[in-house]
């Protein structure tokens, strides 16, 4: 320890042999346990880490409502839960209910009467008993019911009851005040929007659902930073398995900040994140000419510039160099630099501390 203090003290206090150049020896770089590395140019790179927000596609979104206005009896589902398609989620008790299944039966009696007259009346128009007239009226009146049954079974059916309930309906001719709301597909229950013994008007929301996979990814990033970003850039989010790619770049900048919308599509680990949850996400950029990738020990800061130390044959250079880029244990910059140039990547404390007791 007390020789690695003489050295430094040595160092501190060497003249500088040129401009900007920090002399030292073999010996003191051993010592100081300063490690160069190659600069490696950049093929490809990720950006900084950008907010992003998980949301669910808008085609795999569905509000389940009241089709009936009525009394919400029971809840069958609560959110978080997996449901399948035709499931049923609620139960409501509807006297609007009650009277289309009324008028509906009504219709349907109208219909078997209007069927018997106009069988009845084609076979006596066939014979001439009757007048043509007659019978086309008899047969304009079937069609107008008939009509009207259509319009009644396509209420009922706009309120969930399926052909074969129907069908049990108009057999039994028994009333029914009890509506069940089903699942308009699989999807997991992302909200409950109603409690039980809650009146419900026709529409009011009772669910929201959605199909999890695969999901969006909203990213905020700076317009500065968009750079070449467009559909099809790859992106993945801070931690294992999460990757996708960008299938919109917004137009718009927002006004507070500067920042444009990036969409992506999550089609890997999308299990791995929950609608609603807040992400870091880097956005894949390609590297350009004189681009390099340094481990972010091998910078310093000074005077609110970035530097590095490029080896020379007799000791250091500071060097100003831009940052293009961040990862999480490197950085992507560009400079006044060379692809076979060398880096300090250990040891730049010291090599800072020399520097500026030189200046």
Do not use: C
């Not at 028994?174 to 509506?179: A, E, G, H, N, V």
């Not at 308009?184 to 013994?197: K, N």
């Not at 659902?209 to 999901?215: D, F, I, N």
């Amino acid at each position: 320890m007390k020789s690695l203090l003489v050295l430094l003290l040595v160092l501190l206090v060497q003249p500088l042999h040129a401009a900007g150049r920090i002399p030292m020896a073999a010996a003191q770089r051993e010592a100081l346990d300063i490690r160069v590395e190659v600069l490696r140019p950049v093929v490809s790179a990720w950006s900084m880490p950008y907010p992003a927000n998980v949301v669910v596609p808008n085609a795999q979104l569905r509000v389940v409502s009241a089709l009936q206005s009525g009394l919400l009896e029971a809840l069958l589902v609560a959110e978080g839960e997996d449901v399948a398609k035709g499931q049923p989620l609620a139960v409501i008790q509807s006297p609007q209910l009650l009277e289309q299944q009324r008028n509906y039966l009504a219709a349907l009696t109208r219909l078997e009467l209007s069927n018997a007259g106009l069988k009845r009346d084609r076979q006596l128009y066939e014979e001439g008993i009757i007048a043509e007239r007659r019978y086309l009226e008899t047969r304009s009146d079937n069609i107008q019911i008939k009509t009207l049954v259509e319009q009644y079974r396509q209420i009922l059916q706009l309120t969930g009851l399926g052909d074969q309930a129907l069908k049990e309906l108009a057999r039994s001719r028994r009333l029914s005040s009890t509506l069940k709301v089903h699942s308009p597909m699989d999807a997991v229950v992302l909200a409950q929007l109603a409690t039980p013994g809650q009146h419900l008007d026709v529409l009011e929301p009772i669910y929201r659902v959605g199909r999890l996979s695969p999901l969006w990814l909203e990213i905020h990033v700076p317009l500065d930073k968009l750079g070449a970003t467009a559909a099809g850039t790859l992106v993945e989010v801070d931690g294992p398995g999460v990757k996708g790619r960008v299938i919109t770049v917004g137009r718009m900048v927002h006004g507070a900040d500067q920042g444009v919308l990036i969409r992506a599509q999550v089609d890997q680990g999308a299990e791995l994140l929950r609608p609603g949850q807040f992400v870091q996400a880097r956005i894949a950029r390609s590297g350009e000419t004189g681009d390099f990738r340094i481990p972010r020990a091998a910078l310093v800061r000074n005077a609110g510039k970035a530097w590095v130390f490029v080896a020379a044959p007799d000791g250091f250079v500071p060097t100003p160099v831009e940052i293009r880029g961040e990862e999480t244990n490197h950085l992507i910059i560009a400079g006044k630099l060379n692809p076979d140039d060398k880096v300090a990547i250990s040891g730049t404390a010291a090599l800072k501390s020399a520097w500026l007791g030189s200046e």
